[in-house]
């Protein structure tokens, strides 16, 4: 089927952008697995501190099963747009209508989704913040023990050792005066007075959630314009195609 110079830019077009696309629903699987295996977040020290933690405002769900629902909806994500791309190159290359049609849709409801979702997060950041710092504060304070002789209380050690801090805005959040060996730099005994208390936890582990901000950011800018190019493309290739067999 020989197409018109018009219809030909936009297959062409289809083509390249869907390659890219693939390219960045990589992107987005491999983000999502590096969350999950290479961040010290989700490691099994801290694992119950980190379970520990309560958020409020999404059922009362703890701060680990978020993030690694996180991390595994991101894996999700990425690698359907991979196959997502993969079928837009598909339709573009055969000229086949039936697949322009399932994959302008499937994108269509895929970039709605996506939408609805930034601005969910959007909402609820500021609540989900103020939660997690409430909630890390009343286990320090109600069963957080400064001699680490359970479990909660190593993984709340083993969190102050791996990220050099102590309390979570400071150390005056420490249930005792005396505190845990990791919350000082080298003094040993440890107390809210000695010079050497590192700064408080929570700046520290949101840093290192923030620090994946700006690439899930502009990857998720870069698919959502990348999309709205494929779904118009694909309509307008579709009209092309079907204008041609008409003729």
Not at 80 to 95: D, K, N, S, T
Not at 96 to 117: E, T
Request: aromatic residues 8%; charged residues 15%; glycine residues 10%.
């Amino acid at each position: 089927m020989t197409l018109g110079c018009g219809a030909s830019i936009a297959k062409v077009i289809l083509i390249i952008v869907n390659t890219i696309f693939l390219i960045l629903g990589l992107g987005i699987g491999i983000a999502g697995l590096v969350f999950r295996f290479g961040t010290d977040l989700l490691g099994d020290k801290i694992k119950e501190a980190m379970k520990s933690l309560k958020v409020d405002v999404v059922g009362g769900v703890n701060v680990y099963d978020v993030a690694s629902s996180l991390s595994l909806l991101l894996i999700i994500v990425g690698f359907f747009i991979f196959l997502v791309g993969g079928l837009g190159c598909c339709g573009a290359c055969c000229q086949n209508r039936v697949l322009l049609v399932v994959y302008a849709i499937i994108v269509a409801i895929l970039l709605i989704a996506q939408i609805v979702g930034v601005a969910l997060f959007a909402g609820f950041r500021s609540e989900f913040d103020d939660s997690v710092k409430k909630g890390f504060k009343d286990i320090l304070q109600t069963k957080y023990n400064t001699t680490g002789n359970d479990d909660l209380s190593q993984s709340y050690n083993a969190l102050f050792n791996l990220y050099e801090c102590c309390g979570v805005d400071s150390a005056a959040d420490m249930p005792d005066n005396n505190l845990p060996k990791e919350c000082c730099a080298s003094s040993n005994p440890c107390s809210k007075s000695s010079t050497d208390v590192r700064s408080g936890c929570y700046t520290k582990l949101k840093d290192q959630i923030d620090q994946y901000n700006s690439i899930f950011i502009g990857v998720g800018v870069s698919v959502l314009v990348f999309q709205l190019i494929c779904v118009i493309f694909a309509f307008c290739l579709c009209a092309a195609i079907g204008r041609d067999s008409i003729v």
